[in-house]
């Protein structure tokens, strides 16, 4: 239901205190960018509840993006992965996540990839 930056996003979801409400999450969500932030929010919004074990989230944060998340997610990124700003560590924690399935709209864009780049790697663990 509509657009909201990364951070508006962010500095709800951390209780920011000028952040205002949290905006209401859809069942598709559509992320624009492969960078780290990005990263954060997809796993974010891919987490079961029991993955927030210890977090320290707020509940009704936490309990809101539970009830209110999203079934799909769509990541639109522009760069190849070598030159996508993600760290790799964060991808393939996104691999360790339960009731989530990754897939490549186009997976000719791991087969023209570096095979020692470290971003490569970690997209192709988690896909």
Same mark, same amino acid.
């Given at each position: 239901?509509?657009?909201?930056?990364?951070?508006?996003?962010?500095?709800?979801?951390?209780?920011?205190?000028?952040?205002?409400?949290?905006?209401?999450?859809?069942?598709?969500?559509? #992320?624009?960018?492969?960078?780290?932030?990005? @990263?954060?929010?997809?796993?974010?919004?891919?987490?079961?509840?029991? =993955?927030?074990?210890?977090?320290?989230?707020?509940?009704?944060?936490?309990?809101?993006?539970?009830?209110?998340?999203?079934?799909?997610?769509?990541?639109?990124?522009?760069?190849?992965?070598?030159? !996508?700003?993600?760290?790799?560590?964060? @991808?393939?924690?996104?691999?360790? #996540? !339960?009731?989530? =399935?990754?897939?490549?709209?186009?997976?000719?864009? #791991?087969?023209?990839? =570096?095979?020692?780049?470290?971003?490569?790697? !970690?997209? !192709?663990?988690?896909?």
């Amino acid at each position: 239901p509509g657009i909201v930056g990364s951070g508006r996003f962010t500095r709800c979801v951390n209780d920011h205190p000028a952040a205002g409400d949290l905006p209401t999450v859809g069942r598709r969500v559509v #992320l624009v960018g492969g960078g780290n932030v990005a @990263m954060d929010i997809i796993r974010l919004l891919s987490k079961q509840p029991d =993955e927030f074990t210890g977090s320290d989230l707020h509940p009704d944060t936490l309990g809101r993006l539970r009830s209110e998340g999203p079934r799909r997610i769509d990541v639109v990124v522009r760069s190849t992965p070598t030159d !996508a700003k993600f760290d790799p560590v964060m @991808m393939r924690e996104l691999a360790h #996540l !339960a009731s989530t =399935e990754f897939r490549l709209a186009d997976a000719g864009v #791991l087969a023209t990839a =570096e095979s020692s780049d470290p971003r490569s790697a !970690a997209l !192709a663990h988690v896909v």
